[in-house]
């Protein structure tokens, strides 16, 4: 989130005329930030720069002191998909072939983080579809369960291709096994979704999106909505983004509201099916 309201900050402030400032304010998942936006007045002038978490916290905590209907989807401006990867040293070349390789003892898998996407859709996945044991293995972040995977210490990373999987997996230090997409990924082209795999409609993705407090002008949100897409379609930010792993994404602000809801419910039926809760 950081990373790309950074490079979203520089174009919206030489288009608004205005100085952007990116404020992080970390913690709790991604609620701490959320709760300040959701009580800051609703003028346009203090966004929210989020992830996927804010569709998944609005059912996995139980107590947080504001929901979704609390904000308007500005523009989500760029998706990854999430991908499961193992290391060099795995003798599995496809997922097929690593889960046949467990012959029914439990896979464990890295994670950056328990409640984030990465742990919600690899387990999802898991106990549902493959039907097969798995335990993730937390990890503080993306790049200590990269450096795990890498050294073989588990046998596969769950992580969004955009989490800095891509650039491992293009240098030949980590393989692809499955991209939860409708399509494979222009980053990693060799890499087949799950519905090649014989998962068919099992998608996933973290994305990075923008967001006001719900009472904000709806002038206000078309404007914001307008320069966010124009920064995303230039070919400078363009590709900085695929090449991140990430797809860009120039849609109008009904449509990012439209997409937040869906996103919203489609963790919301996972985070329940897995029976997970933080409280």
């Known amino acids: 989130a950081d990373t790309l309201a950074r490079l979203i900050a520089q174009g919206l402030g030489d288009r608004l005329h205005q100085t952007i400032v990116v404020e992080n304010r970390g913690g709790a998942g991604g609620n701490i930030a959320a709760s300040y936006v959701a009580r800051s007045t609703p003028d346009g002038t203090t966004l929210l720069a989020t992830t996927t978490a804010i ?43 690593l889960i046949k390789n467990a012959d029914g003892k439990t896979i464990n898998f890295a994670v950056p983080g328990v409640g984030t996407g990465s742990h919600i859709e690899a387990e999802y996945f898991f106990k549902f579809l493959a039907k097969v044991p798995a335990q993730q293995i937390p990890f503080q972040g993306g790049a200590p369960a990269i450096n795990a995977t890498i050294g073989n210490q588990v046998d596969l990373m769950a992580s969004t291709l955009g989490g800095g999987a891509a650039a491992q997996i293009n240098g030949g230090k980590l393989k692809g096994l499955a991209v939860a997409a409708d399509k494979r990924a222009a980053v990693t082209p060799n890499i087949p979704t799950y519905a090649e795999l014989g998962y068919p409609g099992f998608t996933a993705a973290s994305w990075v999106g923008f967001f006001a407090p719900a009472k904000t002008d709806p002038k206000i949100l078309t404007a914001l909505n307008a320069a966010i897409s124009e920064i995303v379609k230039t070919p400078e930010v363009s590709t900085k983004l695929t090449d991140m792993g990430f797809d860009p994404i120039a849609g109008s602000q009904a449509q990012a509201d439209a997409m937040f809801a869906a996103e919203v419910k489609k963790w919301g039926d996972m985070v329940k099916a897995l029976g997970l809760s933080i409280k």
Request: hydrophobic share 40%.
């Open 55 to 97: 569709a998944i916290n609005e059912t996995l905590f139980a107590n947080k002191d504001y929901s979704a209907a609390d904000f308007k989807t500005v523009a989500i401006a760029a998706s990854s998909p999430e991908a499961l990867v193992t290391g060099p040293g795995n003798p599995a070349s496809s997922l097929t072939e």
